[in-house]
């Protein structure tokens, strides 16, 4: 209300405003991270803009570039990794290190890397240096995105955050209707879903006979809590008139691992490939590997060498982004190593595939192709959700040498505990009906809010208002839970 009743001139003033009285209510002290990655950010590209309008060339301006980067990252690292850290020092060597006694800030990983991107492209002339702080502060710190993202880019936001938007009945109709799609797939799937994900890896031994389920519903867990998200983010900044990237394209349907992550946070794997990908490529070591495996290995094979490494490289960054534990490392590492597997193979699998008189276009292999990438999708999720790579692993065991879905039935569901439990899967079931209908129809093309737009209003009111009851009719009754990737 107060971004459109303030005269247009001064509305990026509200958000900017309203961006940081959000910020300060996870803590005061929280702010300092984020005062400190925008300074020194804008600061450096103040720096590298100026020396490039004075004509000094890249090679003059880098140093700049790694001093500030290694400052922003330097207050990441310190703050996600040092106590873990700290404890694999005073395990190895039966030490009592103390660390500091901090607390993670909410969304650091997001923000550090969006104004780490806005540096990088400024050093690559992509953009020109933002020379008004208080903009700049905006764009790294734009309330409905700052704590889960999506990571935007400085050409594609900073624009639409100071356009004067005008008040549209359909920017706000649309907006709260994505809203209320992301609430539902938050608190009716992912919240229940929740209750047993938690309570299967907090008692592996107990629920042994679950390890699958464990698996299975942590992936539905984390789809629905993650894309909720940011329908909610995406919808609410529409509310204002600005458009955010989108951050998932129905990754359940993907048909091979490098095709989820295509599909799976897209603008993160979009930041990796643009700023540490390519770079790795480009880099001389990497030239040097690439002659050396054509001489080894020939002239095919030994070109996909380099693209495989950078691969397990860049996923072991992804894994490490998550966080610094042992399961995160190995997520990362598992995700590359078969995604750089599979570059290796490609000949491999055209022959195959060849010799089996598959062309690729049958119904019959993209469902195979589906169905194997969302098991490996959820291989995956053991070493995501575990606390160590030891119940990641006797988890995995557990899948094969035990079986027995009637432990669900064991598992207290929300107030009414055991009584409420078959209720509860139940939801899960329909609520998951729901989504998988809602993206099949998106996978063929179908736009579902255009559609429904074009039905009688009384219809399209009673669909929304369905769903808004649904919401709180069905929602969880467990303790109240904060979205996964804000932790981040």
């Known amino acids: ?23 300060l209510t996870a803590g005061v002290r929280l702010v300092g991270f984020l005062l400190f990655s925008t300074i020194v950010t804008f600061v450096a590209g103040r720096l590298i803009g100026y020396l490039y309008e004075k004509g000094r060339e890249p090679k003059q301006v880098r140093w700049i570039l790694i001093l500030a980067l290694v400052l922003n990252f330097f207050m990441l690292g310190l703050t996600k990794y040092t ?10 060597f039966d030490m009592k290190l103390r660390g500091l006694d901090l ?32 903009h700049y502060a905006l764009f790294v710190s734009f309330f409905p995105q700052i704590m889960q993202g999506p990571i935007g880019r400085y050409n594609q936001l900073a624009s639409q955050l100071f356009e004067p938007h005008a008040l549209k009945r359909e920017n706000l109709i649309r907006g709260a209707q994505r809203m209320l799609w992301g609430f539902f797939k938050k608190m009716v799937i992912a ?60 990754p359940l349907f993907s048909t091979s691992v490098a095709d989820f992550w295509r599909r799976w946070h897209i603008t993160l ?29 020939g002239r095919k094979t030994g070109r996909m060498v380099p693209i495989a490494l950078a691969d ?31 570059e290796l193979l490609a000949d491999r699998y055209r022959q195959w595939k060849k010799a089996l008189h598959i062309s690729g276009t049958e119904p019959w292999y993209h469902g195979f192709m589906i169905v194997r ?32 879905p009637s432990l669900l039935l064991t598992i207290p569901a929300g107030r009414d505990g055991l009584s409420f439990t078959p209720y509860a899967l139940l939801i899960i079931v329909c609520g998951c009906v729901v989504l998988l209908a809602v993206d099949i129809l998106q996978e063929r093309g179908v736009k579902i809010r255009e559609s429904l ?36």
């Open 1 to 23: 209300m107060i971004y459109y009743l303030v005269p247009a001139r001064f509305r990026w003033v509200v958000l900017l405003l309203f961006s940081y009285i959000y910020y």
């Open 83 to 92: 106590g873990i850290l700290l404890d694999a020092l005073n395990a190895l």
């Open 103 to 134: 607390v993670l800030p909410l969304g650091i990983s997001f923000y550090t890397f969006q104004s780490s991107g806005y540096l990088l492209d400024v050093y690559l002339k992509r953009i020109t240096a933002e020379k008004r702080p208080l």
């Open 191 to 250: 919240d229940w879903a929740a209750v047993f994900v938690d309570a299967i890896f907090a008692a592996p031994e107990q629920y042994q006979g679950l390890a699958f389920f464990g698996a299975l519903l942590y992936l539905i867990q984390l789809y629905a809590d993650f894309s909720g998200a940011m329908d909610i983010v995406i919808g609410l900044a529409q509310m204002y008139g600005i458009t955010l990237e989108e951050n998932f394209q129905r």
């Open 269 to 297: 794997g979009r930041w990796m490939k643009d700023y540490l990908f390519y770079p790795i490529m480009l880099s001389g070591w990497m030239t040097k590997i690439t002659v050396w495996a054509k001489k080894k290995f």
């Open 312 to 342: 397990v490289l860049v996923f072991l960054v992804v894994g490490i982004w998550h966080g610094a534990g042992g399961t995160y490392v190995f997520f990362g590492f598992y995700n590359g190593l078969i995604i750089g597997a599979s």
């Open 373 to 404: 990438t969302l098991l490996l999708t959820i291989s995956r999720m053991y070493f995501s959700r575990a606390d160590s790579m030891a119940q990641a692993l006797q988890m995995i065991r557990n899948t094969f040498t035990s079986f027995r």
């Open 453 to 488: 737009a074009k039905l009688p209003l009384p219809a399209t009111a009673a669909i929304y208002f369905a769903l808004l009851l649904s919401i709180g009719l069905f929602g969880s009754t467990d303790a109240t839970k904060g979205f996964i990737y804000a932790q981040f």
